[in-house]
């Protein structure tokens, strides 16, 4: 089965201790990408990758960072969680620039930062 | 920078009738695709319909179709014969040069 799947699905953690959020695809996709989604502002891109080791910015990209060692996985990494980085969060992927079909997104991932 | 715009928070329809959810766009790009996504309350997004900057005839997919107004810069999705399974919010997005923005949302409820 075609799919993106994060991990974890819910975490609760506190601020200043390091975490990450995996994403794993099977679709030999080159493009992978992450959002955050906040009440009142849809979803706002924080990374890409087009391919493997070749990521980029978003929208949003402070307090973040990504890797993209293989083509199937795009971690994002919080090296010192804030609690306005509470969010629930997505990974993305597609087929590079065929944005015909849309993104695939994963199921989610619902991090709160106390 | 790009923007889309969702003006309706919420929206009602009665179950089997049509309902039409507003979104606006703006870019300097003459090329760019502009997407709908559904989102029910599990949580996660649903690809629904695409609609490219060139193309002619406005996207079609089941229920689902894009009323595409280029000069006016309006995309609005409209959902045939509601159903209450269609109760979710629904995203706009617009996207060129590895830019995807979304908007804010509106929170479809289709009543029995």
């Known amino acids: 089965e075609a799919q993106v799947t994060q991990n974890p699905r819910y975490l609760i953690t506190v601020t200043g201790k390091k975490l990450t959020v995996t994403c794993s695809q099977n679709m030999n996709h080159e493009y992978m990408s992450w959002y955050r989604q906040d009440p009142g502002l849809g979803l706002r891109q924080i990374y890409y990758?087009?391919?493997?080791?070749?990521?980029d910015k978003g929208d949003v990209p402070e307090g973040y960072k990504v890797s993209r060692k293989e083509k199937r996985n795009f971690p994002l990494i919080l090296e010192s969680p804030s609690p306005n980085q509470t969010s629930l969060y997505f990974c993305?992927?597609?087929?590079?620039?065929?944005?015909?079909?849309?993104?695939?997104f994963g199921p989610g991932t619902r991090l709160t930062v106390l | 920078a790009q923007k889309i715009t969702q003006t309706q928070p919420g929206m009602f329809v009665q179950e089997k009738e049509a309902v039409t959810l507003d979104c606006t766009y703006d870019?300097?790009?003459?090329?760019?695709?502009l997407f709908w996504y559904k989102q029910p309350s599990s949580g996660e997004m649903i690809f629904l319909i695409y609609q490219g900057s060139y193309d002619q005839q406005n996207a079609t997919e089941g229920r689902y179709s894009l009323n595409f107004q280029k000069a006016r810069k309006s995309a609005n999705l409209v959902i045939s014969a509601s159903q209450l399974g269609d109760s979710a919010m629904y995203f706009c997005a617009i996207y060129n040069n590895n830019d995807m923005r979304f908007g804010a949302g509106t929170r479809l409820t289709v009543k029995p």
């Open positions: 870019t300097s790009d003459p090329s760019y695709g």
């Open positions: 990758s087009m391919n493997v080791e070749v990521t």
């Open positions: 993305a992927s597609s087929l590079g620039r065929s944005w015909l079909y849309g993104q695939f």
